[in-house]
Structures are given as structure tokens and as C-alpha cells.
């Protein structure tokens, strides 16, 4: 297979990002003691931001909202 066959195959695929891999970064995340303020996901791209000292200090973990 060539490589613009497989950039072909995979323009097809639907693309999504995984439980298990936001998973796993929380919970390193958590354990490095770093607080998470916002989680985006776009496609197969997870973006997690951490919140600042003042923020952590601040909010109480409510759990992930409703939707």
C-alpha cells in the first residue's frame, strides 16, 4: 500500500476521540496534583485545560455536568 492509499483510507474513517484515553489522562493528571478547569474535544483531539492555583482553590468538584 501506498501512503496516499492509506491517507485515503483513513480521510473515509470516522475519527473520535476515546473514553479510555481521556480516562487515563485525568487520572495521571490527578495524580500529578493538577486540576482540570476545561475538557474539549473536537474530533479525535482532546484538549484538556488545567486550572490556575486561584481556580483549584476555588471550585469544589461537582462531577461532569448534565447535557
Same mark, same amino acid.
Given at each position: 500500500m501506498t501512503s496516499s492509499t492509506n491517507l485515503d483510507r483513513l480521510a473515509s474513517r470516522r475519527v473520535r476521540a476515546r473514553e479510555r484515553a481521556l480516562r487515563v489522562a $485525568?487520572? /495521571?493528571? &490527578?495524580?500529578?496534583? $493538577? +486540576? @482540570? +478547569? &476545561?475538557? /474539549? @474535544? /473536537?474530533?479525535?483531539?482532546?484538549e484538556i485545560i488545567c486550572a490556575s492555583h486561584d481556580e483549584a482553590a476555588v /471550585?469544589? #468538584?461537582?462531577?461532569?455536568? #448534565?447535557?
Open positions: $485525568l487520572r /495521571v493528571m &490527578k495524580a500529578e496534583g $493538577l +486540576s @482540570v +478547569s &476545561k475538557i /474539549v @474535544v /473536537v474530533g479525535a483531539q482532546l /471550585v469544589e #468538584d461537582e462531577g461532569p455536568e #448534565d447535557w
